[in-house]
């Protein structure tokens, strides 16, 4: 019984709270005089970088996220599409689908404020600084462009990109899990290209 309450603690966080899910709300809670600034790709890179530089500045994330998935606009944490319909279940908030210049997009009406005391006033600063720099200073585009580095370039699609993969790309003491990781990326590329060579070229009929 112990253990398992130590392992709950570990990943629910402070007071029991899921702080994935308080973090996502309190994200879309610092725009949500101008909801319009955020949308999908920006929440997702957003989310991102707060947990990777989290991660490099304190040595775990703030979300207590240990892996995104690489999608095409860029790393997108496993968990948002269900925290995202719990948030709405919840009452706290509104996702809106409009049209931005031909095409979709999403915005999100907080109804209620975040609880911005699960997050240490350390932490509430990193969040704020990234949301502002995200939300004000790019667009979904660029944004999405500059998350497309190499920890992204070194993944497939639909595949995991554990948080400590951020060292990769960063000077500093890399540990033998994060070599243990690359390689296994490398081999597994390896692997696939010989596989690709060995496919016979198939003609068509005259």
């Not at 944490?77 to 210049?101: A, G």
């Not at 920890?151 to 948080?163: D, F, S």
């Not at 790309?169 to 696939?192: C, Y």
Request: with cysteine.
């Amino acid at each position: 019984m112990k253990q398992e309450k130590k392992i709950i603690k570990k990943t629910k966080g402070k007071l029991g709270h899921d702080r994935f899910k308080e973090l996502v709300h309190y994200v879309c809670s610092q725009c949500s005089e101008a909801p319009e600034k955020l949308g999908a790709t920006k929440l997702n890179k957003t989310l991102w970088y707060v947990d990777t530089i989290a991660y490099c500045k304190y040595g775990k994330s703030i979300s207590g996220e240990i892996a995104y998935i690489k999608r095409d606009l860029g790393p997108v944490p496993k968990r948002i599409l269900p925290i995202l319909r719990k948030l709405v279940t919840e009452k706290k908030l509104i996702v809106n689908t409009v049209d931005y210049f031909g095409y979709s997009k999403r915005d999100y009406i907080t109804l209620k404020q975040a609880d911005s005391t699960i997050f240490s006033d350390e932490e509430q600063q990193l969040i704020n600084k990234i949301v502002k720099l995200v939300c004000d200073e790019h667009t979904a585009g660029s944004i999405s462009e500059l998350s497309h580095d190499l920890i992204w370039k070194a993944a497939e699609l639909g595949e995991e990109i554990p948080i400590y993969a951020v060292l990769a790309s960063t000077s500093g003491n890399i540990k033998k899990k994060h070599l243990n990781w690359a390689d296994k990326v490398i081999e597994a590329r390896i692997e696939r290209s010989k596989s690709q060579k060995k496919v016979p070229k198939q003609h068509k009929a005259a």
